[in-house]
């Protein structure tokens, strides 16, 4: 069996070799003679899966290492016989604490706390199922938007995105990108979106750039209709508006679901897809792990309050990344490229914790260790 892969996709090389012919591809080099013989490809979301690139190969199976899967052409792979494979789920809790962190950063630059404010989640699949349960444990009253889930499950739970507009403090994107269909997502923050906001709100965009209109997010901001904005997102990536990015109070180079445990999740999952597809095992699969911490512990004495949500920041501090975009944003695909992995909370216990802190860190992700039990719980 002949597999390319992206070379960036981590915690890859040498899992498949003992059983594949495997190659290694930078982005640009994908072209239709390098993928002709391939059995398999394992690619990310740069990776243009085309018509161009695929007609006449003996490409079989596509899997993608990430949610999103606009970057391959379904409609032509369904036509030519091609099966094709995303990762649902991946870096769902990687996305989740990337809105966790940026709010904690920014209500401690406010100088507020989340406890009490209403937070509006459009699309409340794997990531928004994990930013409402990290909303909950905050103290925060939760607002559900997803027509879709509201048709299938019933009415009962969710709200239409007018109540979002007229009641959160927060809104947070989590839609995958459609431009057609019952519920088309494209420029669904549009002018008419932003009009409607009451409260001022913070703006999050984790999911995909072209989910807001830029013009009209920009107006917003300037009109003041929008008092926060956190962008990973942005619409024409790499090439991301720079009037936009000196708008923003948090700004990333669209790495919310790139931490180490997601990217292991992802690459885990395209092989188990290619093991199904092929009848073929990987042995090595368990060994698709990140790295450990550099140290797994984390001592809240070092804080006087709010100190499971520093702890949260230890973990991630979104400021970083943003200070390192915004001094060169046309290294914005760089940044992605040779971004540093972080941790999710479940890889650090808590030391120093007091029993009222104990029900936030375990809903967050933390280990603990309370000082009245030392031995972690």
């Known amino acids: 069996m002949k597999i390319i892969a992206d070379d960036t996709i981590p915690y890859l090389k040498g899992i498949a070799e003992p059983i594949a012919d495997m190659v290694y591809l930078k982005s640009k080099d994908f072209s239709p003679e390098a993928v002709r013989p391939a059995d398999a490809l394992i690619v990310r979301s740069i990776d243009k ?50 809105v966790l962190a940026s709010l904690i950063a920014v209500s401690l630059k406010r100088g507020e706390t989340l406890r009490g404010k209403t937070l509006g989640i459009v699309g409340v699949g794997h990531v928004g199922k994990i930013v409402e349960h990290l909303g909950h444990a905050l103290g925060m009253t939760v607002l559900r ?26 809104v947070s994107f989590h839609v995958p990108l459609t431009a057609d269909g019952p519920y088309p997502t494209r420029h669904l923050a549009d ?26 997010l920009k107006a917003a901001r300037r009109e003041g209709l929008v008092s926060e904005l ?19 109070t948090i700004a990333t180079p669209h790495i919310a679901g790139f931490s180490a445990d997601g990217k292991a999740n992802a690459t885990r999952m395209c092989l ?24 797994a512990s984390i001592d809240l004495r070092q804080w006087d309050d709010r100190r499971v949500e520093h702890a949260v920041l230890a973990c991630f501090d979104p400021t970083e990344v943003d200070r390192r975009l915004r001094e060169a944003p046309g290294n914005f695909e760089y940044f992605r490229n040779h971004y540093e992995h972080p ?13 009222e802190e104990e029900e936030l860190a375990r809903q967050v992700g933390f280990r603990c260790v309370t000082e009245e039990h030392p031995d972690a719980l």
């Open 191 to 216: 002018y008419a979106f932003f009009r409607s906001l009451a409260r001022r709100p913070w703006f999050i965009n984790s999911c995909r750039g072209a989910v807001h209109d830029t013009e009209a």
């Open 49 to 98: 899966c085309s018509r161009h690139l695929l007609e006449g190969s003996r490409v079989k199976l596509i899997t993608t290492a990430t949610i999103g899967f606009d970057h391959i052409d379904t409609r032509f792979c369904d036509e030519a016989g091609i099966a094709w494979r995303n990762a649902p789920g991946c870096n769902a809790a990687s996305v989740g604490l990337y």
């Open 230 to 248: 956190i962008l990973d997102c942005w619409e024409n990536e790499p090439n991301i508006d720079r009037e936009l990015l000196d708008m923003a």
């Open 272 to 295: 188990e897809e290619i093991e199904r597809f092929f009848h073929v095992r990987f042995d090595r699969l368990a060994e698709v792990v990140p790295e450990p911490p550099r140290s």
């Open 145 to 170: 938007n997803d027509p879709p889930r509201a048709e299938q499950e019933g009415d009962a739970g969710f709200v239409p995105l007018e109540v979002i507009a007229r009641e959160a403090d927060i």
């Open 343 to 355: 941790r999710e909370p479940q890889a650090y216990s808590l030391t120093g914790l007091r029993r």
